[in-house]
């Protein structure tokens, strides 16, 4: 009998409220792989082999798009040619581009020149990797710990360990504790402390023979550090009865500011939180996930279940905020290929949402070029940038990683 993706997600939700490197580059898109899904019927479920093929199919028109191999960044190009690099974007592309080669290595075999390219020029837009905001370091030191984990080449894990000790040095600094968003201490946000949670995390994994002087787990001490100040002590950002979390806390009261909720804060303690049951075996952290992650599903999708950015969907997203979806998705699929100990009704569910949003991306929200847009579901007036590009490519890799068949 053939079960929709949709009747899986409604069954399961009820109880949630909550070289040079262009040369290396293919020269022509697939279209051939584009054409085949395309024509699908409607209700025809595509299978593994297809999410693969089209996000193989879309990366490479976003290399040609986007990619600038003189500053190792991906960014949009002016009329006449000058180009514009996106910083932060650039390190989630990278975790996107990497997460696919670490699975599917034989058809990309160019993307090695590209981390190449990045580690040795990018650091002429930021020494080191190092700027002003602590949550662009870090997205940085997630890239790379995902480069090496697709790779096995340390000199990435090492990147990223040198990046990270920026941000220790003063975590736990503001008045309210955890990291400040900026150097100029604007503010206390989510983002960054869930980075720090989930870089801490997993580099505990990958480095775990580390000691601080108290003869703890050098990262694994800063993680449940982390972990305390976002989940367990009054300064969460957290919000209670929906298991979603704010955009940042309140400087004046150190508790939650009570403002925007945004996919992305939602998506990146997936991760480390999943990390932090690999590494003591307790089911207690990625049961707070499935938490986050049912209510993202029941209260940020449409009402066919398609992920959302409710804040600011369909034409008021900047172009952070384009990238934020993505984020989530990506670190679901990691979720879903990690945890240990997790009920198979659940992943079922995750796998099934990944597919549809996957799906409705490939049949609604992609041009002619192969550009994906920002409204998944499909909008009368598309926006594509290198943001809405890397999101919705963060989503047909999550699809194809975790699919069975």
Avoid at 41 to 63: E, H, K, P, V
Avoid at 112 to 123: C, R, S, W
Avoid at 316 to 326: I, W
Wanted: charged residues 15%; glycine residues 6%; proline residues 3%.
């Amino acid at each position: 009998m053939h079960i929709s993706l949709r009747h899986i997600l409604a069954s399961l939700s009820v109880a949630a409220l909550t070289s040079s490197v262009v040369e290396a580059i293919p020269t022509r898109i697939q279209r051939d792989s584009e054409s085949s899904l395309l024509t699908k019927r409607a209700t025809d479920s595509l299978t593994r082999a297809d999410f693969q093929n089209y996000a193989s199919s879309a990366i490479n028109a976003l290399q040609k798009t986007y990619w600038n191999t003189p500053s190792g960044l991906w960014g949009s190009y002016d009329n006449s040619g000058k180009f514009s690099p996106q910083w932060w974007p650039s390190a989630n592309v990278l975790t996107m581009m990497a997460n696919y080669y670490g699975k599917y290595p034989t058809t990309a075999t160019w993307m090695p020149d590209v981390f190449a390219t990045i580690l040795t020029h990018a650091p002429a837009y930021a020494k080191g990797f190092l700027n002003d905001y602590y949550d662009d370091e870090l997205w940085w030191v997630l890239a790379w710990i995902q480069v090496y984990d697709a790779t096995g080449n340390v000199t990435y894990l090492n990147t990223a360990a040198a990046i990270y000790e920026d941000p220790k040095s003063v975590y736990g600094n503001t008045p309210c504790g955890g990291l400040w968003w900026d150097k100029n201490h604007a503010g206390v946000n989510s983002v960054e402390n869930e980075l720090y949670l989930t870089a801490s995390a997993k580099l505990a994994n990958r480095l775990p023979a580390k000691k601080n002087s108290q003869g703890q787990g050098y990262y694994y001490s800063q993680a449940l550090i982390a972990y305390d100040f976002l989940i367990t002590n009054t300064t969460t950002s957290m919000n209670p009865s929906t298991h979603l979390f704010n955009d940042g806390i309140s400087m004046t009261t150190c508790k939650n500011n009570g403002k925007i909720v945004f996919t992305y804060n939602q998506g990146i303690i997936l991760s480390g939180l999943t990390e932090l049951t690999w590494s003591t075996r307790s089911h207690s952290y990625t049961a707070i996930a499935v938490q986050i992650a049912n209510s993202v599903i029941a209260n940020m999708t449409t009402s066919e279940g398609i992920l959302q950015e409710k804040a600011c969907e369909p034409n008021a997203c900047n172009g952070d905020e384009q990238q934020f979806k993505g984020v989530f998705t990506r670190n679901l699929a990691f979720m879903v290929n990690r945890a240990t100990g997790m009920d198979a009704d659940v992943l079922a569910k995750y796998r099934a949402f990944l597919a549809l949003n996957a799906e409705s991306i490939i049949r609604k929200d992609t041009s002619s070029d192969n550009m994906l847009g920002l409204v998944w579901s499909g909008a009368t007036k598309p926006v594509y940038s290198v943001q809405s590009d890397g999101s919705a490519l963060d989503t047909l890799v999550g699809a194809a990683i975790t699919a069975l068949n």
